[in-house]
């Protein structure tokens, strides 16, 4: 390795971890103009979360609707590895992640008196990212919960049946 190399690694580091912090904090003021994840994604973005998989704007739309189901969120970042080679167009990044979530008032309403108003998840985000002319974006990203406190929110019905289907909830 040389001092170029350590520069560019370096600097490919920052970029990334910039990106992560602007991605979380874009879910977290949920102002989803039209056009905003193309400051984050590529077009054909692939996204593996808890509920399933989804590629493109459909992995956009999904995300937008998880993060609408709850009054606010607050989601931060640690450990962000990156693992690249120099000049390489493509980057492994994993990070832990803490996000806290509070539920809207409607779910407190149905789950009745006594109910909790935070959802909190530990995880680890795990992708793909690609070097392309408008800078480093995120092609391929998966969440997996480590461990969760409190309770999930209340999925339309549709989304929970896609859940148990996925999970294998509710088979004998």
Known sequence: MNETTDTTELRDHIEISHLISGFFRALDEQTFEEGWAEA???DDVRMTTPLGVAEGAEAVR???ESVGRFAATLHMS???????????????VS??????????????WARGEGADSRFTVGGVYEGTFRRTDRGWRIGDLSVRAVWT????????EE????????TGAGRS
């Open 40 to 42: 984050y994604f590529t």
């Open 62 to 64: 999904h995300m937008e």
């Open 78 to 92: 640690s450990d962000v590895l990156v693992r690249t080679a120099p000049g390489a167009r493509t980057a492994d």
């Open 95 to 108: 990070w832990n992640a803490h996000m806290t979530h509070l539920h809207l008032d409607s779910t407190l």
């Open 149 to 156: 406190s409190g309770q999930p929110p209340v999925l339309p």
């Open 159 to 166: 989304t929970a049946a896609r859940v148990a289907e996925l």
